[in-house]
């Protein structure tokens, strides 16, 4: 699918590199930001930007995304699971 996407030529100035980069840039972010939205998986992720696994999680790195993170759910749980052991006389006060 091709999509255009319009930009004004000051910002395009400030982002530098070709057309072919910044179309390279726009999916980028856009496949970062799906994948942060959980609505890509990494390894399709990775495969719709033609990138290796070791690839994909250095370009994961570079952009500050972890690629197991907790949701607040899993902290919830964890500290719920600690509070438990912690009554049940299974670990040590703080």
Request: charged share 30%; proline share 4%; hydrophobic share 40%.
């Amino acid at each position: 699918m091709t999509i255009t996407l319009e930009i004004p030529e000051a910002f395009a100035a400030r982002l530098g590199g070709s057309p072919q980069e910044l179309s390279k840039h726009a999916l980028e972010a856009l496949v970062l930001e799906a994948y942060r939205q959980n609505r890509i998986a990494g390894p399709q992720a990775a495969q719709v930007l033609g990138y290796s696994r070791i690839r994909w999680e250095q370009f994961l790195e570079d952009h500050s995304v972890l690629e197991d993170t907790c949701t607040v759910e899993d902290l919830d749980r964890d500290v719920e699971t600690l509070r438990r052991l912690r009554a049940e006389g299974l670990l040590g006060q703080p």
